[in-house]
């Protein structure tokens, strides 16, 4: 590739055009220090456009930082001759690389930028190969659906305040759905699994019921649960949960609420446990008796005696 | 409809092969030395479970022809036999279990018949158990292959030489043509699985409506043949009740009971593999968001107390019609028919018995 080392207007820059930015929109503020101090030391590189504007291919941050600081000129390295527009992708994603790892966002940026300039035969192999993931097919369907998601939510992403699964889980949603997810996700804590099931249930309830996700999420139940002051995040998490398993499952809900009671009646004590077979599907109750001796042995058998007697253990062995 | 034919080279002479050929002489075929070629062409498509749907490939059958239906040892499991001829399905319900069954699924058609000749013969001449249900319509619908293969009118001759074995053909379409003027025996039990007509709508993509399955049962009925039907899958939604009462009306409005030798409830379940597919292939279906618990065989299915619920109804609404016809479920466990029928296959006989004897009273 040759280049043209040029100093050159900032204002002839187009900084909106993003043909080959794979980072969301770039944070100039760790640069502008280090350029106040030292100085531009690596030039950006640019494209001149057919409207005589220049294109970025690589420093888009540190263009930004420049502006900020009020720089009118810049020192940049000009790519001239006949070059491919993949070739210039190739550099962009080359120039990132050399610095640090880039991340999946920019993987997902990088894939749907550049999938329509390489064959369908080798596409994954090449791809995974420029932008540095495994050549997986299911890795690679993964990091490609990211690219449909809205920014703020990949913004979030790359703040771990929503993990890959989870967005990967949200890449069906339109893009004011994903966001209500994400409106959600920041006044909680939760694990993976956790955001994952919770996307599950809300899209089921939706379904069942016929009913916009925005509608779900913004039901004065779910708002309830957010806006209380007295709970963590964690424990809103656990509460939201365990309201969404209740509308989305409301049967076997009602029956778990009526075990549970009738197991209260039973007056079981810290040392005998009943515990029904999963979802009462049929299959064996489980008790749970622990012991340490002889005279311990004895009273719990008296406890199980009691609760054999006891009428409410028909409500426990008969659930519905 | 079929697109493409393949044909494995280790069959293309055998008779059934070039029939099916001859009758499919416009579509583009190909021989290939082994199926991975089949698969290959598949996999490339943006949906292979709907493209295995119209790609007909010519085989043989490697293992046996028949055998036991699976079960599960966790529900009443109601020993039937499977005649595999083929597999897969032209039809695309939204719940067909199909989808996931196969890898890749592909419509593959077994024309070394030679073979599930011989096995027929074989347990012909068994003179033990005493009485066998056999069916086609586990791993495609039966009727499916008639306008190529004319299966019918070679295997219900068949059935009809011995006395002790019935053959059931279980569909959703009404391509009973083939049964027309063939000595049947009262050996061949033509069945209908049956929904309501928003469901065959909306879930039952390609099958026929409801009212030309019954039209066709109708005629099955005037022909002679004995009759079965299953409900199956049974699925709740908004207006089921109202729907099923209906559909249990409208059949018995269309045949008679009389000649009804088993009727199956089902409600729906499904390996959590076909959820995803469900999702990917059927977005607008709501199938899938019932309340569905892992059951014991590790199939999700509706939560017990829903699928009594349905049962109950079912039962009460078929026996208000047909007090005598024998109604059974299928996979479920002695607490469900227990609730339901007020009393457990075991004190019958076992469920086995219960529907032998009821096929062994159409002669
Ligand atoms: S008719 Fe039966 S085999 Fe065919 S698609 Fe429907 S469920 Fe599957």
Redesign the pocket.
């Known amino acids: 590739m040759k280049y043209d080392d040029k100093l050159v207007p900032i204002l002839e820059i187009d900084t909106e055009d993003n043909m080959f930015r794979l980072s969301l929109e770039p944070d100039p503020n760790s640069l502008i220090a280090a350029i106040q101090s030292v100085g531009l030391i690596n030039p950006p590189v640019l494209r001149q456009k057919e409207d005589l504007r220049y294109r970025i291919v690589c420093g888009f941050r540190r263009i930004s930082a420049c502006r900020h600081l009020g720089w009118h000129e810049i020192d940049v390295r000009l790519v001239v001759g006949d070059v491919s527009e993949l070739d210039l992708f190739e550099l962009a994603i080359l120039d990132n690389r050399s610095h640090r790892a880039i991340s999946v966002v920019e993987q997902a940026r990088g894939i749907q930028k550049l999938e329509p300039y390489i064959p369908s035969e080798n596409r994954l192999e090449t791809l995974a190969s420029l932008l540095g993931f495994p050549v997986n097919k299911k890795v690679f369907q993964k990091i490609r659906a990211l690219g449909r998601l809205p920014e703020p939510v990949l913004a979030e992403v790359l703040n771990n305040t929503l993990s890959f699964e989870a967005a990967v889980h949200l890449c069906p949603f339109s893009p004011k759905e994903a966001l209500c997810f994400l409106d959600l996700f920041k006044g909680l804590k939760l694990s993976q699994n956790k955001q994952i099931e919770i996307i599950t249930l809300v899209q089921e309830i939706a379904m069942r019921e016929d009913l916009w996700i925005k509608k779900v999420l913004q039901s004065s139940d779910i708002k309830s649960v957010l806006e209380r002051p007295d709970l963590n995040r964690n424990e809103k998490g656990s509460l939201l949960r365990a309201y969404l398993k209740r509308r989305r499952f409301p049967a076997l809900a009602k029956t778990q609420e009526r075990i549970v009671k009738a197991l209260k009646a039973l007056r079981l004590n810290e040392h005998v446990h009943i515990i029904p077979p999963p979802y009462f599907e049929g299959g064996p109750y489980t008790l749970r008796m622990t012991f340490k001796n002889q005279d311990d042995f004895s009273k719990r058998l008296k406890t199980l005696d009691a609760i054999a007697k006891n009428p409410d253990l028909k409500k426990v062995l008969e659930p519905y | 409809m079929i697109s493409r034919l393949y044909i494995d080279e280790k069959v293309k002479d055998e008779p059934a092969a070039l029939t099916i050929q001859e009758r499919l002489h416009t579509i583009p075929a190909t021989v290939v030395t082994d199926a991975s070629r089949v698969h290959e062409a598949l996999a490339d498509s943006t949906d292979p479970v709907a493209q295995g749907k119209r790609v007909l490939f010519l085989t043989r059958n490697r293992g046996p022809f028949l055998r036991k239906c699976p079960g599960t040892r966790s529900y009443i499991c109601c020993g039937y036999h499977i005649l595999n001829i083929g597999t897969?399905?032209?039809?695309?319900?939204t719940?067909?279990?199909?989808?996931a069954y196969f890898h890749p699924p592909v419509l593959q058609y077994f024309v070394n018949q030679e073979q599930l000749y011989n096995e027929l013969d074989h347990l012909f001449s068994l003179k033990k158990p005493p009485f066998y249900r056999v069916g086609t319509?586990e791993?495609?619908?039966s009727l499916?292959w008639e306008p190529w293969t004319e299966l019918s009118k070679t295997l219900i001759p068949y059935f009809a030489s011995q006395d002790r074995i019935v053959l059931e053909l279980k569909?959703?379409?009404s391509a009973v043509g083939n049964l027309k003027c063939i000595t049947h025996n009262k050996k061949t039990i033509v069945a209908w699985?049956l929904n309501p007509p928003s469901i065959i709508r909306s879930e039952?993509h390609?099958?026929a409506s409801l009212k030309a399955r019954l039209a066709a049962a109708a005629q099955c009925e005037a022909w002679g043949y004995p009759l079965a039907f299953h409900f199956d899958p049974l699925i709740i939604y908004k207006d089921w009740e109202n729907d099923y009462r209906q559909l249990v009306r409208e059949l018995f409005a269309t045949v008679s009971s009389k000649n009804i030798v088993w009727i199956s409830l089902g409600s729906f379940r499904f390996m959590p593999s076909l959820k995803q597919i469900i999702r990917k292939r059927f977005p607008k279906s709501k199938i899938i968001y019932g309340e569905f618990i892992p059951g014991l065989d590790n199939k999700m299915r509706y939560f017990k107390p829903l699928r009594i619920e349905i049962y109950k109804k079912m039962v009460a609404w078929i026996k208000e019609l047909a007090p005598d016809v024998v109604v059974y479920f299928c996979m479920e466990d002695e607490e469900v028919w227990k609730e339901t029928m007020g009393f457990v296959p075991k004190d019958r006989g076992g469920l086995p018995k219960m529907l032998d004897d009821s096929a062994a009273r159409f002669r």
Do not use: A, V
């Open positions: 897969y399905c032209t039809m695309d319900c719940y067909c279990i199909l989808q319509g791993f495609t619908d499916i569909t959703k379409t699985s039952e390609g099958t």
